[in-house]
T-cell receptor, first 113, second 116 residues
Framework: EAQVTQNPRYLITVTGKKLTVTCSQN?????MSWYRQDPGLGLRQIYY???????DKGDVPEGYKVSRKEKRNFPLILESPSPNQTSLYFC????????????FGEGSRLTVL | AQTVTQSQPEMSVQEAETVTLSCTYD???????LFWYKQPPSRQMILVIR??????QNATENRFSVNFQKAAKSFSLKISDSQLGDAAMYFC?????????????FGKGTLLTVNP
């Protein structure tokens, strides 16, 4: 089944404790991206990657890092999480043929205390 | 920068009735995509319908249709014969057709309640 898989789906952590949210897609998509969703703000892009070893900032990159060592994986790293990073996070990917559509993972609910 | 505005934070509809969700956007581009995504309580983002700006014909997917007014930069979603399973948060989104970042710009969402 074609899908974008995120882990963990739920996480409660404390300020300053490094964490990684993994994202993997099995559709051989070149483009991948991370969004965060906050009430009243919709979804906002954090980082994106056009291909392996190519990443760039989105609209709200502060406090986050990403890497793209393999085509299928695009982890989101919070080196020192803070309470304002409490959010719902989505990974998304897109095929090379531009249908316009993004395929989303199921979301990861992160709470930073 | 492009912006997307959903002016209705919440809407409600009776089961089997029709409801229209509003969306306006701002862009200087001539070619782009517009989307409606549905987010049920499961939180999954589900694509409802897609419209390419160069196509004059309004997109339709079963009970879902759009009214795309390019000059007015308006992209409303009509849900006919509403069902309980349609209850969800609905997001309107915009994307440029070209460029190196296939970023979706989202509106803030409209929470749709379906009353039995």
């Amino acid at each position: 089944e074609a899908q974008v898989t995120q882990n963990p789906r739920y996480l409660i952590t404390v300020t300053g404790k490094k964490l990684t949210v993994t994202c993997s897609q099995n559709m051989n998509h070149e483009y991948m991206s991370w969004y965060r969703q906050d009430p009243g703000l919709g979804l906002r892009q954090i980082y994106y990657s056009m291909n392996v070893e190519v990443t760039d900032k989105g609209d709200v990159p502060e406090g986050y890092k990403v890497s793209r060592k393999e085509k299928r994986n695009f982890p989101l790293i919070l080196e020192s999480p803070s309470p304002n990073q409490t959010s719902l996070y989505f990974c998304a990917s897109r095929p090379a043929d531009d249908t316009g559509e993004l395929f989303f993972g199921e979301g990861s609910r992160l709470t930073v205390l | 920068a492009q912006t997307v505005t959903q002016s209705q934070p919440e809407m409600s509809v009776q089961e089997a009735e029709t409801v229209t969700l509003s969306c306006t956007y701002d862009t200087s581009e001539s070619d782009y995509y517009l989307f409606w995504y549905k987010q049920p309580p499961s939180r999954q983002m589900i694509l409802v319908i897609r419209q390419e700006a160069y196509k004059q014909q309004n997109a339709t997917e079963n009970r879902f249709s759009v009214n795309f007014q390019k000059a007015a930069k308006s992209f409303s979603l009509k849900i006919s014969d509403s069902q309980l399973g349609d209850a969800a948060m609905y997001f309107c989104a915009y994307r440029n057709s070209g460029g190196s970042n296939y970023k979706l710009t989202f509106g803030k969402g409209t929470l749709l309640t379906v009353n039995p």
